[in-house]
């Protein structure tokens, strides 16, 4: 069996079996990310997009495989060195209380700092700069705790930010958000692709995912059904076979990636 | 990156307020309260310390007691300072700052203002441990062993109930109250075994007091906090991380469950040393790290100031225990439990809003 190449991309994983103590979630994954994508992992509930992510992100030890970062297993990397390069926005992390905005973002230097070198002008520099990006700049002072979620979602995403790492994976970033911040959190990690960050984030929404992603990895039952650009991959057969979804797919008006329209059961008739 | 700011120039300024010291290639950012706070508790309790040792039934003049301490003094100033006094002080200090050190971490660790060494059962696995020795006629050694015993075995058997793919904080609170349950029962019943003279000395151990405490006690507390306050200082950091959430922490490159490891060992020391030297105080723990937070402003457990806030609250509740009532004293633990009801009250009342 072909195996990808490791030293390809910075970042992928081989043979990778999953599991939870026994309950194994996916087994035998290939995963490629391409270097500079917006690699968006898609899939059902419970089909293991977020085991895979948190797998590439070392929050998870595979039973067998191995993930690869700049070619050496991911594992065998001081940790560290990993937090310097690959960044993790975890599904949901817990505020302190009451840490102001500055605080919570400046804690995403914690990988470059040590014990007695914990604020260079460097961390200032670069926490300035995530706040900048995110367009928190404004709330330094505020409290975390007292923003609205979209804001708190913001905050977060400096954080990691400021962490300064080539490569950035999000898991779920879009959750518990109302649509016009989710749609707000995806510009802005859209513009951090542009500024050549390689993303990789698991999303619930298909025409979110289709709208943002170069790359789509398609999840299914713990296996890797279809890779590759949306337009290449999402087909009415491979919504029907993931997602159990009868649909048509049309172009986006705003974008002419594909739009996913779900059949509908009872037609409404127009003279009615 | 194309987004335009809405406050061009605010973020720099916000992130530069709070001050950073710069001397060659070390930097460090301290949180401007604490700054202020620190050295104000060293000097509050330095003031209770001088209090405690100059009143009493014999009052030594403050001149006297500074003199005694630093041996200028008279003889009989330095018999009632230096043998009978300060010993009693310092004991209640390093105590105080041990449980306080023990609650920072272990509320820290459960992510839990009630997480406190004397809620999950680290503190009543002491007692039992002790009970256990002043009932089968220990030595003032053996007591203090009995009660590290107790307090690491206790400690030992609710992370091992508690652990699964690591130790989630509330799971290590559950289990501990649990703990804490059954091992007062196993306390209470040696006590209605024991005869009546070990039970005496049994009930007034257990309210925790410093009464009649000497150099012999200072002494163990002095060197767990020597070895174990470093220790403290090293993993403050990337506990403060921990505190977000362990996947936050791990991604951010720190061994959690090391990190871990060395916090809860480090607190259930201090938790033993602290109760082989004064019993079983309650509430220094729990509410030491609760006020220093609020003093200082800081975002989460700090644990230096948890320290000083424990080493103040001892020794105060130990002089309000001397004086209420003199010539009468009272156990150090009566007045922590009285202070103690009274906080957890005003807790529960500030959360309901």
């Known amino acids: 069996m072909s195996r990808p190449d490791p030293r390809g991309s910075r970042l992928s994983g081989s043979g990778l079996t999953l599991a939870y103590d026994q309950r194994v979630v996916a087994e035998d994954l290939d995963v490629v990310i391409p270097d500079e994508s917006f690699t968006v992992i898609i899939g059902p509930n419970a089909c293991g997009k977020s085991t895979l992510l948190r797998a590439l992100a070392r929050m998870l030890k595979p039973k067998k495989g191995a993930v690869h970062l700049d070619g050496s297993v991911i594992t065998s990397l001081p940790s560290k060195e990993v937090a310097r390069r690959l960044g993790l926005l975890p599904q949901s992390s817990i505020v302190p209380d009451g840490i102001t905005v500055t605080d919570l973002v400046a804690r995403g230097r914690y990988p470059h700092q040590r014990l007695m070198r914990q604020w260079s002008r460097a961390d200032e520099a670069a926490v300035a700069e995530a706040m900048r990006a995110t367009d928190v700049a404004g709330l330094g002072d505020r409290i975390v705790d007292e923003l609205s979620g979209g804001q708190r979602q913001r905050v977060w995403l400096a954080m990691a930010l400021a962490q300064e790492t080539p490569i950035l994976l999000l898991d779920e970033p879009t959750t518990f958000l109302d649509i016009s911040h989710q749609i707000e959190v995806l510009d802005l990690c859209a513009d951090l692709h542009e500024a050549g960050r390689t993303m990789v984030a698991v999303l619930h929404d298909l025409n979110q995912a289709c709208r943002y992603a170069t790359h789509l990895v398609v999840m299914r039952h713990g296996r890797i059904v279809a890779e590759g650009e949306p337009s290449a991959v999402v087909t009415p057969e491979l919504v029907e076979h993931v997602f159990e979804l009868r649909c048509e797919i049309i172009p986006d008006p705003q974008t002419g990636t594909p739009l996913i329209v779900p059949e509908a059961r009872r037609r409404v008739s127009a003279d009615a | ?353």
């Open chain 2, 1 to 353: 990156m194309t987004r335009p700011t809405t406050r061009p120039g605010a973020g720099p300024g916000a992130v530069r307020r709070r001050g950073a010291v710069r001397v060659g290639p070390w930097s460090l950012r301290p949180a401007p309260r604490a700054l202020v706070a620190g050295p104000a508790l060293v000097l509050v309790a330095f003031a209770v310390a001088v209090a405690a040792i100059s009143t009493g039934e014999f009052t030594v003049p403050v001149p006297d007691v500074l003199a005694a301490l630093f041996g200028q003094g008279t003889p009989v100033a330095e018999l009632i300072v230096g043998k009978l006094r300060a010993p009693r002080v310092v004991t209640g200090l390093l105590v105080g700052a041990a449980f306080g050190l023990s609650g920072a971490l272990f509320q820290s660790l459960t992510r839990n203002p009630l997480g406190s060494p004397d809620f999950i059962g680290f503190t009543a696995g002491a007692s039992t441990g002790g009970i256990l020795a002043v009932v089968t006629g220990g030595t003032a050694a053996q007591i203090a062993g009995g009660s590290m015993a107790g307090c690491v075995v206790t400690a030992a058997l609710v992370y091992g109930l508690a652990f699964r793919r690591g130790v989630q904080g509330y799971r290590l609170v559950l289990v501990g109250i649990g703990a804490n349950a059954l091992l007062n029962s196993v306390s209470f019943y040696l006590l209605t075994r024991a005869n009546i003279n070990d039970a005496a000395t049994a009930g007034a151990w257990l309210t925790g007091s410093l009464g009649g405490r000497g150099w012999d006690h200072a002494v163990p507390v002095a060197l767990a906090l020597a070895v174990l306050l470093p220790i403290c200082l090293y993993v403050s950091r990337p506990m403060r991380m921990i505190e977000m959430g362990d996947d936050a922490a791990r991604s951010m490159g720190i061994n959690v469950e090391a990190v871990r490891a060395a916090a809860i060992t480090a607190g259930v020391l201090l938790c033993g040393v602290a109760t082989a030297a004064a019993g079983p105080v309650v509430f220094v723990a729990l509410a030491a790290p609760q006020l220093a937070r609020r003093l200082t402003r800081s975002p989460g457990v700090t644990l230096t100031a948890s320290a000083l806030v424990g080493a103040v609250l001892l020794t105060l509740s130990d002089l309000v225990a001397q004086r209420l009532i003199a010539p009468q004293q009272l156990p150090v633990g009566v007045v922590t439990a009285a202070i103690g009801g009274v906080y957890l009250a005003l807790l529960l009342r500030k959360d309901r809003h």
